[in-house]
């Protein structure tokens, strides 16, 4: 029975084979062409120069000319898919022959010549019916009259699809290799050229084996037309294929240059999916796919009560504000939503209490400045009583050292600090200085981070501590061009110095120790470079916070539920345990990638001596002093501290505090 139906499906084969080779010699050319239209896409990159996503329709750049494509690209097309392409008319009778005999005895080949497959790209369906393949065959005839071989061959290579939402060899060269068609090696060229038969069968993630077969017969098609020798051939089928797929790197700092460009564009009457756009970004495509892969990371460790916890993650680099990587969602959001880097304002508990602090040290304080660290309550038996208490619950009978209360995060002694040594005012007009625009509300329990922020205010504003106390305000697009490469709009880095470097560098020195030894340590576990921050935990653990920098990055981690009333929990409701170690393994990762490249560490301001000052006094030490420890202090402002410590009138808040 089998042999039957073999048989009889190779005469029916054979009738539609001689059908349709009578009908190509008796068809008279009569069609006109339709219109072409290929449509492309506007593309963002990295500042680097990697492509990082489109916009459009379909993910297609145009490639001008077969000049800017790789000899072996066109070599192994031809090779494979149409040998006779500069003979024939658009029709290759003896490929239509050899497809028919080959899939007669049992390999599927099909006999559309580069010309036939490019005008069923560009005006017909995939329907198998001799109505449809004899259209194609009068459309490829009339191709070929209206252009030169050339032309057809640079259409078909910007039309074919190549897979992974890939369309044009452009966009296949950057999405497999991240490089342009013209610096495609002959490997990966072949690599490229194998998917057109099958995008689906030959996917390099669902079956990188099978592309692997794939591209070696390609390579050995070019021994088969004596492009290479057999011995070439040898030598290249044991090349690994050496894909460069990283696909969605980058998605929510994608779609918020998107956002940004519509707005920047609009006025100019030119819009991203019509116009052939480039779009350059601040990003860097090393910070970012390890910004990626620290958060993939620590998400599966997190458990399934926290799965639904969000992140917002942004880097800004100290200097310029270039926003360098971001991430506004966890894995399993969708990027055209909220995003969470800039578009929410969450308290940021403790990591807030630097401006307390720097503003103290801006005043004249020493991190040897002694802060009470006992219980405390602020408009006691009014409708705005507050009562911090710290972590713990626990505190000391004497006073602890500044840069002690920063480094273990001591919530009474920042109590202490604001409503006895500085104000609420104060410390808001030092955080707006600094760059942070939200309104917070005067009121000392800002100490302790209970005004509302973005993550991208706050590595912004950290910024200014990396950078000797310059702010840049941060923005994610350098320039956009036109397909012809005029520049439509270009940013220009404007940085303000907004705090006296001498403070910048006291600040710092205390948020090295609080990653070397304090809330923070556990960064320690996985990055060993140059890193200061502070961790930040609210009440009722409702937020996550990690703000560290270096001097190459200031990054704002926050982690929490889009419903404030859910609480963080399983052992990942604390900055220091949730969020501290994404930064880690962002940094270790791009340490390690950008081999022998010396991050340095944060400039001493020459106004900066290192001298011992008195725990209990946070002066000088005289004869009488016995707790005395050596600290950074800046000397153009040692002579202050005698008259804050002894003024001549003490300045009245209003406020009655109990301790």
């Not at 060899?169 to 690599?191: N, Q």
């Amino acid at each position: 029975m089998n042999l039957f139906f073999l048989i009889t499906k190779k005469i029916i084969s054979y009738s539609l084979f001689i059908f349709l080779l009578s009908s190509i010699f008796s068809l008279n050319f009569s069609q006109d062409l339709p219109p072409i239209n290929i449509q492309y896409s506007s593309y963002a990159v990295s500042e680097d120069g990697r492509v990082i996503g489109y916009f459009g329709d379909k993910n297609r750049v145009d490639a001008r000319s077969t000049g800017y494509i790789s000899k072996y690209v066109l070599w192994s097309l031809i090779a494979t898919e149409d040998r006779d392409f500069y003979n024939h008319d658009g029709v290759s009778v003896k490929g239509i022959i050899r497809g028919i005999f080959k899939t007669l005895t049992g390999h599927i080949e099909g006999g559309s010549t580069l010309t036939m497959q490019l005008a069923r790209n560009l005006f017909l369906s995939n329907e198998r019916t001799i109505s449809r393949k004899l259209k194609e065959i009068e459309l490829a005839r009339a191709l070929e009259k209206k252009f030169t071989k050339d032309q057809i061959l640079l259409m078909y290579l910007n039309t074919v699809y190549f897979g992974h939402s890939a369309y044009g060899i452009w966009a296949a060269a950057e999405t497999y290799f991240g490089k342009t068609p013209d610096k495609l090696s002959i490997t990966e060229a072949a690599a490229i050229v194998g998917m057109v038969q099958s995008p689906g069968g030959y996917d390099p993630i669902k079956h990188p084996g099978k592309m692997f077969n794939r591209r070696n017969e390609v390579l050995h098609n070019l021994v088969e037309v004596g492009k290479i020798s057999e011995s070439e051939f040898e030598r290249l089928k044991n090349t690994p294929l050496g894909l460069d797929l990283h696909d969605g790197v980058g998605k929510f700092f994608l779609e918020e240059v998107r956002r940004e460009a519509v707005d920047i564009l609009r006025s100019k009457g030119i819009y991203l999916d019509r116009d052939e756009l480039k779009i350059t970004t601040t990003m860097d495509y090393t910070d970012q796919l390890a910004a990626d892969n620290a958060v993939s990371s620590q998400w599966k460790q997190f458990p399934n009560s926290m799965k639904e916890a969000q992140i917002g993650l942004i880097s800004v680099e100290p200097g310029t504000g270039m926003i360098r990587a971001m991430i506004g969602g966890n894995p399993d959001t969708d990027p055209r939503g909220l995003n969470r880097a800039v578009q929410i304002k969450r308290q940021p508990g403790s990591s807030f209490k630097p401006f307390l602090y720097g503003d103290l040290l801006e005043k004249g304080y020493t991190l040897a400045e002694p802060l009470l660290n006992l219980p405390i309550i602020v408009d006691s038996g009014t409708a705005y009583q507050w009562q911090p208490q710290n972590d713990d619950n626990d505190y000391t009978e004497s006073p602890i050292p500044m840069e002690t209360a920063i480094e273990h995060s001591i919530n009474l002694s920042a109590a202490y600090a604001i409503t006895h040594l500085t104000s609420p005012d104060s410390v808001v007009a030092f955080a707006h200085q600094l760059g942070i625009e939200s309104d917070i509300p005067s009121y000392p329990s800002i100490a302790l981070g209970t005004g509302e922020v973005s993550p991208l205010e706050m590595a912004s504003s950290y910024a200014v501590f990396a950078d000797e106390g310059k702010f840049a305000k941060p923005f994610s697009i350098l320039k956009i061009e036109d397909k012809n490469g005029r520049i439509l709009y270009s940013k220009y880095i404007d940085t303000t110095t907004v705090l006296d470097s001498a403070t910048s560098y006291l600040v710092t020195s205390a948020l090295k120790k609080v990653v070397d030894g304090g809330t923070a340590s556990i960064i320690r576990r996985y990055y060993r470079g140059i890193a200061a921050g502070k961790t930040g935990t609210t009440q009722n653990y409702t937020d996550a916070w990690f703000v560290g920098y270096n001097t190459k990055l200031s990054t704002a981690i926050w982690i929490g539920f889009d419903n404030q009333h859910r609480k963080l929990g399983g052992g990942y409701q604390y900055g220091g345990t949730a969020c501290a170690p994404i930064w880690g393994k962002m940094m270790a990762e791009i340490s390690r990638k950008e081999k022998g490249f010396g991050w340095a560490d944060f400039t001493k301001p020459s106004s900066v001596e290192f001298i011992p000052l008195c725990e209990d006094s946070g002066e000088p030490p005289s004869g009488k002093c016995i707790h005395v420890k050596t600290y950074p202090v800046n000397t153009d402002k040692i002579s202050l501290i005698s008259s804050l410590h002894h003024p001549v009138e003490k300045e009245n808040y209003g406020t009655d505090y109990g301790w």
